[in-house]
């Protein structure tokens, strides 16, 4: 792929704005904090790690699932003390929420609506409030959630799972291919939730939770949290912090269409190209995937939709380590991922994006850092795949 | 069947899907159909989903559809199906196209129910299925599917 240096500095890249900081919490079971303080933590820890305080911040993120007010940033940011504030922004995607933040943030550092923008997610689903899921129903929610058949956010992926095995010959072996990775790097994690390498025998003997998935194609359940800062250029050239580029991003909805759905694809079809087209970049010239991993079959499917394999090519395209770092074709999830590493607040769109920093800026974990990593890709898939799902992609670029 | 729990899950009957569910209680399976341009929806909806027109009528479907997918739920989700695992949901595209989502009825050839939810006898794709309406506990009908010869009478 050395091909690729000599064209990046050709790419029509967004250099407005720069991911400047990133901090994951290194807690998984957090029963003596509260969901704030857990915002607080990783605000102070992505801000330390970019050089800058609290005081900086004109520009805060989070998502609906923040404690407080109304839900959204108002009273966590009566909490941080940000007083000094010209934009803000919940925008709700599930899970894929902290991606289209980090993009925003971009877009309205771009636009000279604020120089230092910080972007917190925490959660406690492990020891305190459990969000979704096992919940009562709303009252608004239509038929088509239908957990009144005792269907359930899994349940649409098992759907998914099995189509895509009738029409594609997928195997449940090929998904485990993709435990089996995300395992091994966990292994590398010594904040993993889950620290032993499974093999492929291992995930299919697993129980059962919604057939054809095993409890070891879900992702784990995690208290934690973490902050990601972009800042401008400006910003970003007084601090003593290597930046990572923000080089294309892209966003897009699949939604309940009326009940004219197609569960073995996702809206990355859409999230993709133009995330690839304003990077200027190809499928081909990406060293690192963080891959939404809600599932493995999320997984599957984005990697086909993102074009990195064809449509139902995914289940060979994962086998023979494919995804395993460092030497593999495509190493994702090098943190181990929300499969085996973290899944804070079932939200992964944080953690996707601080991998990707560590990749790119050479502070990956020793045994995981891909040689010479220069563009990864970070893409989120929120809500549910079966009824209203949300995908956001970024292309990000070590600078040069 | 945990009767207060399961209640909790089920969705307020409003003007907008009543008709849905009187269909339901007379063991018809009812959906709108665009006045404009054709499509039927599911589920309910003030608009239609392909060209916006407000207008649409409520039709009795056939109750006809093929299996899209199917999923043997094992996990304890919810407390009201903590006694029902595991069992069988189906993903079915109607015959007017809509998918619907429901549980596999229990009189279907090859349900569940008949060996334990852990019959090796799997269904099939593209299977022809039919609605068939049972009271739930709390008298609710919802529409189920059933593989069976005599579903759907």
């Known amino acids: 792929m050395s091909s690729r240096k000599g064209r990046m500095r050709m790419f029509n890249a967004n250099d407005a704005a720069v991911i400047i900081g990133a901090y994951e919490h290194p807690g998984r079971e957090l029963p003596d904090k509260s969901l704030a303080q857990i915002h607080a933590e990783v605000a102070i820890g992505a801000l330390a790690d970019a050089g800058l305080t609290l005081d900086d911040v004109d520009g805060y993120f989070c998502g609906h699932d923040a404690p407080g007010y109304g839900g959204g940033w108002v009273t966590m940011a009566e909490y941080l003390g940000l007083r000094d504030l010209t934009y803000m922004d919940s925008t709700e995607s599930g899970g894929a929420s902290p991606i289209y933040h980090v993009s925003h943030a971009a877009a309205a550092i771009a636009a000279g609506k604020c120089s230092v923008a910080l972007i917190t997610l925490a959660g406690k689903p492990r020891t305190g409030i459990q969000p979704g899921g096992g919940g009562p129903a709303r009252p608004e929610d239509d038929f088509e959630t239908a957990i009144f058949t005792g269907a359930g956010l899994v349940s649409t992926y098992a759907l998914a799972a099995r189509r895509h095995m009738y029409e594609f010959g997928t195997t449940s072996e090929q998904l485990a291919e993709i435990k089996v990775a995300a395992s091994k790097h966990a292994s590398h994690n010594p904040n993993a939730f889950l620290q032993k390498v499974m093999t492929v025998e291992d995930v299919v003997n697993s129980p059962m939770v919604a057939d054809p998935l095993h409890r070891a194609d879900c992702c784990v359940v995690t208290d934690g949290g973490g902050a990601v800062v972009v800042v401008s250029r400006e910003v970003a050239r007084s601090l003593d912090r290597q930046p990572v580029r923000i080089m294309g991003q892209g966003e897009s909805a699949k939604l309940t269409n009326g009940g004219k759905l197609d569960l073995t694809y996702t809206s990355a079809v859409w999230s993709g190209p133009r995330a690839f087209e304003q990077a200027g970049v190809t499928p081909q010239d990406v060293d690192y995937v963080s891959i939404y991993d809600s599932f493995t079959i999320t997984v599957l499917e984005i990697l086909e939709d993102l074009g990195f394999c064809a449509k139902g090519e995914g289940g060979r395209f994962v086998m023979d380590g494919t995804l395993v770092a460092p030497h593999g074709r495509l190493p994702f999830n090098t943190d181990g991922g929300g499969l085996s590493n973290n899944h804070p607040g079932h939200r992964g769109g944080i953690t996707k994006t601080i991998e990707a920093v560590r990749q790119l800026r050479g502070e990956a974990n020793q045994g995981v850092q891909i040689p010479d990593c220069e563009i990864a890709l970070v893409h989120g898939n929120g809500g549910d795949l079966g009824t209203r799902m949300r995908s956001a992609t970024m292309i990000l670029g070590r600078d040069a | ?153």
Request: with cysteine.
């Open chain 2, 1 to 153: 069947m945990d009767v207060a729990a399961y209640a909790k899950l089920l969705p307020d009957i409003t003007p907008r899907n009543k008709p849905f569910w009187d269909g339901c209680a007379a063991g018809e399976l009812r959906l709108q159909k665009c006045a404009d341009c054709g499509r039927y929806r599911f589920p309910d909806a003030p608009v239609c989903p392909e060209c916006l027109s407000s207008s649409a009528s409520w039709e009795t479907a056939s109750g006809a559809g093929t299996i899209w997918s199917w999923c043997t739920m094992h996990q304890k989700y919810f407390a009201a199906f903590a006694d029902e695992v595991p069992y069988r949901l189906v993903y079915v595209r109607l015959a007017e196209g809509p998918l619907v989502i429901s549980v596999l009825a229990e009189d279907s050839d090859d349900s569940a129910a008949d060996s334990g939810g852990t019959s090796s006898k799997e269904l099939r794709l593209d299977q022809p299925v039919h609605a068939v309406f049972r009271p739930r506990p709390g008298g609710r009908v919802i529409p189920q599917f059933s593989t069976g010869a005599a579903a759907g009478m």
